[in-house]
């Protein structure tokens, strides 16, 4: 049967309290400007054993919660004006209530993950975005298995460092490993990589100095290269991970303090755009020779204690994509419910996409596309 959605009611809701004049213009940080995606794509699913009247009292305490909370984070409920402001007009967030001709349990037993993008806008930014046929999977890793290669990378490392590093750094390294040997299989040379980690500043800033109920993407894109140097290099796991690791931990207190003089963080800010366009590349080959991978991780976030009337969500996911769009590769890691595992939606282009799923070794660590509902109901 095929999944249809009936839009039932669409609203904009309105701020409860007007939004100030002097706080009408909301000026994009310069940080702002810099990220490519400027919003993320999250979605929820919930599960209800209420009957409709019950969910329509839900549904009004809900409207009522949002208008209250617009209040404080008052730019949601404006418009953008253009790449600089938002324009705080209280024009209000929109509210879309929609039904779907098949019980949740079916929908999730084999979610179409390309079906999730309907709807849902998107921009780009720079030349690092190419036109492309793109195929997005999901690759779940047990926490055993990360505990796995955990312990052969720690064995691995020359000095063993103080803090070994976590879960997300295992993966986001493992899976650049693997990115980049489809890269070669399909070029027959190994390009030149640039991995684009997407780290949160909020974590790495003096506590006096955060903003209550702040809101903007105050984070910053660490690129991280590596060039092989010859066709038989092999792309070590731990060497990967050491240079990940030592590429986070770069990104300190101190960037932050030197991010915020006006001098030097414009300075830093172009030196960062110059490494992700390839600028800064010795052999300079040209854009073309570039595998550009962005990673963001939304471990740790608490993406699944978020409670809107319904309980907690059964699901939290991110959208795929599919045929010609203007993207990059990129990864995006999630805790499963329970976390006892990281979901990697993973996309790529399509010929990438063909050496990842029929990777064996891979395959030993992560489980492709299982079904959220299997996740979500056993301990992995």
Not at 61 to 77: M, N, V
Not at 297 to 313: E, L, Q, R, T
């Amino acid at each position: 049967m095929e999944v249809k959605v009936e839009i039932i009611s669409r609203e904009d809701i309105r701020p409860s309290s007007p939004t100030p004049s002097h706080l009408r213009t909301f000026k994009h940080s310069l940080l702002d400007q810099f990220v490519p995606f400027p919003h993320a794509r999250i979605i929820l699913f919930y599960t209800t054993s209420q009957n409709l009247s019950e969910f329509s009292k839900r549904l009004e305490l809900f409207k009522q919660s949002l208008s209250e909370i617009l209040t404080q984070f008052y730019p949601f409920a404006g418009k953008i004006k253009d790449d600089l402001s938002i324009d705080c007009n209280d024009e209000g967030a929109n509210l879309v209530v929609a039904k779907v001709n098949c019980p949740i349990s079916k929908l999730l037993k084999k979610p179409d993950l390309n079906s999730l993008n309907k709807d849902l806008s998107r921009k780009t930014w720079g030349s690092i975005f190419r036109k492309g046929k793109w195929v997005t999977r999901r690759f779940v890793f047990k926490n055993s298995a990360i505990a796995t290669l955990k312990a052969q990378v720690v064995a691995k490392l020359k000095n063993h460092p103080n803090t070994p590093p976590t879960r997300v750094q295992i993966v986001s390294a493992l899976l650049w490993r693997y990115f980049m040997a489809a890269s070669k299989d399909q070029f027959g040379t190994q390009r030149p990589s640039i991995l684009i980690n997407t780290l949160n500043l909020r974590r790495r800033m003096e506590e006096s100095l955060h903003p209550e109920n702040s809101i903007g993407n105050f984070l910053w894109l660490t690129p991280l290269e590596h060039m092989s140097n010859s066709k038989d290099d092999e792309l070590r796991l731990d060497e990967l991970v050491s240079k990940l690791k030592k590429s986070i931990e770069q990104v300190d207190k101190d960037l932050v303090a030197r991010l915020q003089s006006d001098e030097e963080g414009s300075s830093i800010i172009e030196n960062a755009l110059r490494k992700i366009s390839g600028e800064t590349w010795s052999n300079n080959k040209g854009d073309e020779a570039l595998e550009r991978l962005g990673i963001t991780s939304w471990c740790n976030f608490g993406v699944y204690d978020f409670d809107f009337g319904w309980g907690k969500p059964m699901w939290v996911s991110t959208i795929g994509f599919e045929s010609n769009s203007v993207l990059m590769n990129m990864l995006i890691l999630i805790d499963t419910k329970f976390k006892d595992g990281i979901e990697a939606w993973v996309t790529l282009d399509e010929e990438k996409m063909k050496h990842l799923v029929s990777n064996t070794e891979l395959l030993t660590y992560a489980t492709l596309d299982p079904s959220p509902l299997a996740v979500s109901n056993s301990r992995l």
